[in-house]
């Protein structure tokens, strides 16, 4: 993909898999948060909202809008356990998609 078809979500949303990408992003957050040696009380919180996320009658914020407003703390975790896989999805993420 040459810088003319990168995509760019300040003129559109076509071609970037935000929904794919958040939830390979979910999916290697629970990697971590379900490990008891790695979770806390913040992220037991934080899966109970992905949890209610994934109901769209229930919830306030999508998996997407979770993975954004906390992307912070997401980055920490990752570097935290040396997860560079994770990061730099999250990075395409903040990028493509926040």
């Known amino acids: 993909m040459d810088s003319f078809d990168a995509p760019d979500r300040y003129v ?3 071609g970037i898999d935000c929904e794919g990408n958040s939830r390979r992003i979910i999916d290697r957050l ?3 948060i379900d490990d008891p040696a ?3 009380a ?8 992905l949890a209610i996320a994934e109901d769209p009658l229930k919830r306030q914020a999508d998996g997407l809008c979770l993975l954004c407003a906390n992307i912070y703390y997401i980055a920490d975790l990752f570097e935290e356990h040396d997860d560079e896989d994770g ?3 999250l990075r ?3 990028d493509e998609c926040c």
Do not use: I, V
Not at 42 to 49: D, I, N
């Open 92 to 94: 395409q993420l903040e």
């Open 30 to 32: 629970h990697m971590h």
């Open 42 to 49: 913040f992220w037991e919180r934080f899966r109970a909202k």
């Open 38 to 40: 790695k979770t806390n």
């Open 87 to 89: 990061l730099a999805m």
């Open 12 to 14: 559109s949303f076509k």
